[in-house]
């Protein structure tokens, strides 16, 4: 089974900057895929990027140019670096993996955008 960590979130103003990272538990070299959601209160969970194991790259319409998913084998770790955060990104945000069929979940860390 694959744990994952997340860490990195935080308070920031609109216009800011934070990167999330996402520790895993054993060698994510051959994770299928691993990504990002995000939940705001009172919505749906939503899929905001994904890197797979061949390090294509998929995004949210609303994050394309703001956002960068990234991936480092060496440390079993996935990143995304969010730029010009808008208080829209305010969300809790999870990393999730996908291994042999199998999804794998973080606990979740708060991103909160305002002045």
């Known amino acids: 089974q694959v744990q994952l960590v997340e860490s990195g979130g935080g308070l920031v103003q609109p216009g800011g900057s934070l990167r999330l990272s996402c520790a895993a538990s054993e060698s994510i070299f051959s994770i299928n895929a691993m990504g990002w959601f995000r939940q705001a209160p009172g919505k749906q969970r939503e899929s905001v990027a994904t890197?797979?194991?061949?390090?294509?790259?998929t995004y949210l319409d609303s994050v394309k140019g703001r956002f960068v998913i990234s991936r480092d084998n060496a440390k079993n770790t996935v990143y995304l670096q969010m730029n010009s955060l808008k208080p829209e990104d305010t969300a809790v945000y999870y990393c999730?993996?996908?291994?042999?069929?199998?999804?794998?979940w973080g606990q979740g860390t708060q991103v909160t955008v305002s002045s």
């Open positions: 890197i797979t194991r061949g390090t294509s790259t």
């Open positions: 999730w993996a996908l291994h042999y069929d199998n999804a794998y």
